[in-house]
């Protein structure tokens, strides 16, 4: 990778002769191969979009010019060819680089994004920003074809025109999202690709450069099309019906095309749209053939001699799922464009006229499983914490407002790992607590999820049930009372374990943290405390708590959610209304601090937050410090 190494700065790139860039892509795509195949991340979109990054780093200055990406998968040559090299095998590694753009890490990068549908909004923010404090860059937002078909990339395109500044849109068309892109305006993009348009436009521009100045050449060849080109793509062509001059589509791994046409929008003075047509994977012939096995890939670690592996909670409740829609033909299921990614394939082969894939759209894909509850279907949408956030209008006045019986299946609830702060899963506990009607839970097991989903299924009102990235325990510590038991549609909190005067209640994920300490505080000849599956974080099962308070001196709550807003500090506010009549246990919280967690391994976020059973320890030994300097009348002791 002789070329890669020796580039010193982007601005180097703008002398390389044709040959030097086609060996610089091959390098590229080589290096993101191998550290990616160690860290994990998002391969194949940045494998597609290699030489349009090289296109745009020589066309503009990214410190000068704004430079938008949507989502940020398709990124990694940006990093490496802006100044990240030699830090690029920290990708999405504890304290490394961000698999997306972070304004933090690089004046290269110009907007935080993580989720889809951003940049053209952000880039018309850019335009009006240079507008009225007189700047004069060039503000450039890149977006996929998939991010596209999103309703606040609608908006965008629509105010496009009232905005009336200049800004140049270019559209990664490489026909894919994680899963293919569905819906009518994913055929419009086909057709546009596959128009005689395009071979013309192809053409034309190659016999005209070969013989003229290339710029002119583009431009004259452009000129001389113009009306060709109306009178095939425009009758089609929505761009130009909300008035962007729609330019394409292009060869997306053509450099010299691709740098021909970024200069002409250059002098163009109003909003152009450039259309480039790429191949997702591009030069690594297994991402080509599975795009969407290769879009976001782990780390390829070694395999251990007798290592099992068990099913993810993804694919438990899409198994569990599956079984109801066999006893119940109402059952639905919905996803937007995370099929895969929710492990659905499954429930859409054997119900597909009962499986929906919105493509990117929780908004309209929540709104829409609220018509099919109200005609009387029992809709399952399958939604990431982190994207359920996109939809929370509709959860709350379209599905709760209305008490529609919709089973939310939050997947990567909590602490996720190395995607960072964009996809956390640690808001849904705190804001869906606020939802009148709204039912939130989360199953400890395999066994808990699919009682979940059966007290779901029985009640008149929307669920939530929230459940973890990463493997699923079939059956964590099975009580005698096993099963759920109901009180007006509310499961009821489980003890697992009765002890002394310390209660360590938790809910989904962290109730295994709460056995382990417990094993621990026993180990150590301390006293057993008792051991609480809530399982509800919304609404609370007041008695059953304020009888936890009346009986323990000390309640340490754990939730893999925020504090603030969260189900702790709901029990801490029980506990000082009972303190006029009772004396109730004291509560402690842990959770995720007043931050956005950066990115790292689950078990380094959960050490940086404190969510730990080793914490919970901790907080119960110095509760016994406490205690006993009491008792021995230490002065100063409440």
């Not at 860059?137 to 998939?146: E, F, L, T």
């Not at 006229?353 to 929540?366: K, N, S, W």
């Amino acid at each position: 990778m002789a070329i890669l190494e020796n580039l010193k700065h982007y601005s180097e790139l703008r002398s390389y002769s044709r040959e030097t860039l086609n060996t610089l892509a091959a390098e590229l795509r080589e290096y993101i191969v191998s550290v990616v195949s160690r860290t994990g991340g998002h391969m194949a979109s940045s494998l597609g979009a290699v030489e349009l990054i090289l296109a745009l780093l020589r066309s503009f200055d990214p410190e000068e010019d704004k430079i938008v990406f949507d989502v940020g998968h398709q990124t990694y040559a940006y990093k490496i060819l802006t100044g990240r090299r030699d830090r690029f095998p920290t990708l999405r590694q504890w304290g490394g680089i961000s698999g997306f753009p972070k304004r933090s890490e690089s004046p290269c990068d110009h907007f935080d994004v993580g989720h889809s549908s951003t940049s053209l909004s952000a880039a018309l923010g850019y335009a009006k920003a240079r507008d009225i404090l007189g700047g004069d860059g060039h503000v450039v937002a890149v977006i996929g074809d998939a991010s596209l078909l999103n309703g606040l990339a609608f908006e965008a395109l629509n105010y496009t025109k009232e905005s009336n500044t200049k800004v140049i849109y270019i559209l990664n068309d490489n026909t894919m999202s994680i899963s293919p892109r569905v819906g009518g305006f994913a055929t419009h993009l086909a057709r546009l690709s596959s128009s005689t348009a395009y071979n013309s436009l192809k053409r034309a521009i190659k016999e005209s450069c070969s013989s003229l100045p290339k710029g002119q050449a583009l431009e004259n060849a452009l000129g001389k099309l113009k009306d060709h080109i109306k009178s095939i793509v425009k009758p089609i062509n929505v761009f130009d019906e909300m008035d962007i001059n729609y330019w394409g589509p292009f060869d997306g791994h053509n450099v010299e095309e691709i740098e021909y046409v970024l200069e002409l929008a250059k002098k163009y003075d109003k909003p152009v749209l450039i259309h480039l047509v790429t191949v997702k994977g591009k030069g690594f012939e297994e991402a080509e053939r599975e795009p969407t096995k290769y879009h976001g890939v782990p780390p390829l670690a070694p395999k251990r001699v007798g290592q099992t592996h068990l099913r993810s909670w993804s694919e438990a409740a899409s198994s569990a799922v599956c079984d109801l829609a066999e006893r119940d033909g109402r059952v639905v299921c919905l996803t937007a464009a995370m099929k895969c990614g929710s492990k659905l394939e499954d429930f859409a082969a054997r119900f597909p006229d009962r499986f929906f894939d919105v493509g990117i759209a929780e908004g309209h894909m929540l709104t829409m499983a609220a018509g099919m509850a109200a005609g009387g279907l029992r809709p399952v949408v399958f939604i990431y914490s982190t994207f359920l956030q996109r939809a929370m209008d509709q959860l709350t006045h379209d599905i709760a407002m209305q008490k529609l019986p919709v089973v939310i299946a939050v997947d990567r609830s909590g602490l996720i790992g190395d995607d960072g702060e964009t996809h956390q899963g640690l808001l849904d506990i705190s804001w869906s607590r606020s939802i009148p009607n709204l039912m939130v839970t989360a199953p400890r097991d395999e066994e808990g999820l699919n009682s979940l989903l059966e007290v779901a299924m029985r009640r008149d009102g929307p669920t939530v049930i929230r459940f973890p990235r990463g493997e699923a325990i079939p059956s964590l510590h099975r009580t005698k009372a096993r099963g759920e038991v109901l009180m007006d549609d509310l499961p009821v909190p489980e003890i697992l374990e009765r002890g002394g005067q310390c209660a360590l209640v938790g809910y989904g994920r962290t109730v295994e943290l709460m056995l382990k300490a417990r094993e621990e505080i026993v180990s150590a000849g301390g006293t057993p405390p008792t051991v609480v599956d809530l399982k509800c974080a919304k609404p609370l099962p007041r008695a059953a708590i304020e009888e936890l308070l009346a009986q323990h001196d000390l309640l340490i709550v754990a939730e893999d959610g925020y504090r603030e807003g969260g189900v702790g500090e709901a029990i801490a506010t029980l506990a000082e209304t009972m303190r006029s009549s009772r004396n109730p246990g004291r509560v402690i919280t842990l959770g995720i601090p007043d931050i956005f967690v950066p990115q790292g391994t689950m078990g380094e976020q959960a050490e940086f937050c404190g969510l730990t059973h080793r914490r919970v320890v901790a907080e119960y030994e110095e509760h016994q410090k406490r205690e006993n300097r009491r008792r021995t009348g230490v002065k100063g002791v409440r």
